[in-house]
């Protein structure tokens, strides 16, 4: 879609200027401090393909989105007082 509002245009360009860079596209480049989320050296679609479904994790640590451990703690305590809410209800 279209960035029409200059607020959204202006929080886009901080987001891409931040995280956009030429590095990323470097062999082996970590995305993540464990390195489990790097990047590939692939020039392929299939090569692509293959790399994301036999070495990257089933389920994503909070690490690739920045956040401490502890934030899985507290989601997965939430998801279960949801469903712990269900049930009983």
Do not use: K
């Amino acid at each position: 879609g279209r960035v029409t509002d200059p607020w959204d245009r202006r929080t886009l360009l901080s987001c891409l200027q931040n995280f956009m860079r030429e590095e990323l596209l470097a062999d082996g480049y970590a995305l993540s401090p464990s390195g489990v989320y790097a990047m590939p050296h692939l020039l392929t679609v299939e090569g692509y393909r293959e790399f994301t479904a036999g070495n990257l994790p089933h389920h994503d640590d909070p690490e690739i989105f920045g956040m401490h451990e502890n934030a899985n703690i507290a989601f997965q305590l939430q998801d279960c007082e949801v469903l712990l809410g269900t049930v009983v209800a």
